[in-house]
């Protein structure tokens, strides 16, 4: 079954600090992958986009790897602002797929305190 | 570009009432998509939509739910009659031709149904 699992559900970090989020999907076909933040009472937006040969991408302080080997993929955030602050969503898409076929995580909620 | 825009932003309405959402996408856009996300299972695809005709209404719930798109500027999603369990955020979403390898998905800011 195609499913894309992430962790940690919840995480509270300080501001200034540096985490990282987990994805691992068991999607196949796989196509590529996609990292999306959604603030509170908004929509999701696209953070990064990265295809099967790609390694790593960055957003500025984002930084997105992707080890398709291993189907596992993170999301860096370095020296985290308070508006850093919201739902972080992987989203893997099917080979050969349109828009209509992405499978999409539950998503990490980051809280980043003062 | 205003992005994609819904309206209206929070519904609240009792049980067995008819709801309709609207969706404006980003103009030049030839996929529409409806989402709901829940706490419990996350963002779900309802129905999407290529050049204003629908291509896959598998994620649609039950007979209660229908999806329109009259023309390339205008989507509804309508819930009749409306049940507790409809309760959720609906977000509509666009992208210019649907590809999935490398093209942006955009949302709107979503719909809060509150079904009493």
């Known amino acids: 079954k195609n499913q894309v699992e992430q962790s940690p559900q919840s995480l509270i970090i300080l501001e200034g600090k540096n985490c990282t989020l987990q994805c691992n999907y068991t999607v196949s076909p796989f196509s590529n992958l996609r990292w999306y933040k959604q603030d509170t009472g908004r929509g999701p937006v696209s953070l990064t986009i990265m295809t099967f040969s790609e390694n790593t991408k960055s957003n500025g302080r984002y930084t997105a790897t992707l080890d398709a080997d291993t189907k596992q993929s993170s999301l860096h955030i370095t020296a985290s602002q308070l508006s850093d602050s919201a739902s972080y969503i992987c989203?893997?898409?099917?080979?050969?797929?349109?828009?209509?076929?992405?499978?999409f995580g539950k998503g990490t909620k980051l809280s980043v305190k003062p | 570009d205003a992005g994609v825009i819904q309206s209206p932003r929070h519904e609240v309405t009792e049980m067995g009432q008819e709801v309709t959402l609207r969706c404006k996408p980003i103009?030049?856009?030839?996929?529409l998509f409806w989402y709901r996300q829940t706490m419990m299972r996350g963002l779900e695809l309802l129905i999407y939509?290529?050049?204003?005709?629908?291509?896959?209404d598998s994620g649609m719930p039950e007979d209660r739910f229908s999806a329109k798109m009259p023309n390339a500027s205008f989507s509804t999603l309508k819930i009749q009659p409306s049940e507790p369990r409809d309760s959720a955020v609906y977000f509509c979403?666009?992208?210019?031709?649907?590809?999935?390898?490398?093209?942006?998905?955009?949302f709107g800011s979503g719909t809060q149904l509150s079904v009493l």
């Open positions: 989203v893997v898409s099917l080979y050969g797929g349109s828009q209509g076929n992405l499978i």
């Open positions: 103009s030049g856009h030839d996929y």
């Open positions: 939509f290529n050049n204003n005709v629908p291509i896959d």
């Open positions: 979403a666009s992208s210019p031709t649907g590809k999935a390898t490398n093209e942006k998905l955009f």
